[in-house]
């Protein structure tokens, strides 16, 4: 799921310290709740999200990463301050961040509903999964997922 011109987007955003004590401080947007953002291709990511998956060599993860409490910065992305925790349950599965969650709360979401109506449109005009996993950034498993309607009813 991060492929690397997320990497490379988010590479730009933030100056990395030498001292793991120190504040990887978001020099990118920052959203309402605090948390540094960035957009690939229309998507929109949570940074510090990125920057946990990265930096653990993961791709997807169930959990939400949050803020250690000596550092409590949202807007920091260095992973030594990151953990992953369940704060929530059912949080969706998902580096995007999302303004309605209603029916992409379940931990299968990976696209938006829309999205999902459109990759299965492009699947019926032909298009391999292959194909569509480049195109929506996600894999083909979770591209057949979506086809067999495994991810949603
Ligand atoms: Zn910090």
Avoid at 33 to 39: D, E, L, P
Avoid at 65 to 93: F, Q, S, W
Avoid at 122 to 148: C, F, P, W
Wanted: proline residues 1%.
């Amino acid at each position: 799921m991060i492929d690397s011109a997320i990497t490379s987007e988010f590479r730009r955003f933030y100056m990395e310290h030498s001292d793991t004590e120190k504040c990887w401080q978001w020099l990118g947007n920052i959203n309402d709740k605090g948390y540094g953002t960035f957009s690939v291709k229309g998507k929109k990511y949570l940074a510090h999200r990125v920057s946990y998956l990265l930096a653990n060599n993961l791709d997807t993860l169930n959990l939400l990463v949050l803020h250690k409490n000596d550092c409590h910065n949202r807007a920091c992305v260095n992973p030594k301050h990151l953990y992953a925790g369940t704060h929530r349950d059912n949080y969706k599965d998902s580096i995007e961040t999302g303004t309605d969650t209603r029916g992409e709360r379940n931990g299968n979401a990976i696209l938006s509903d829309s999205k999902v109506a459109q990759l299965r449109a492009d699947r019926r005009k032909g298009m391999t999964h292959a194909e569509l996993s480049e195109k929506y950034g996600i894999s083909k498993t979770q591209v057949s997922n979506i086809v067999n309607k495994k991810s949603r009813k």
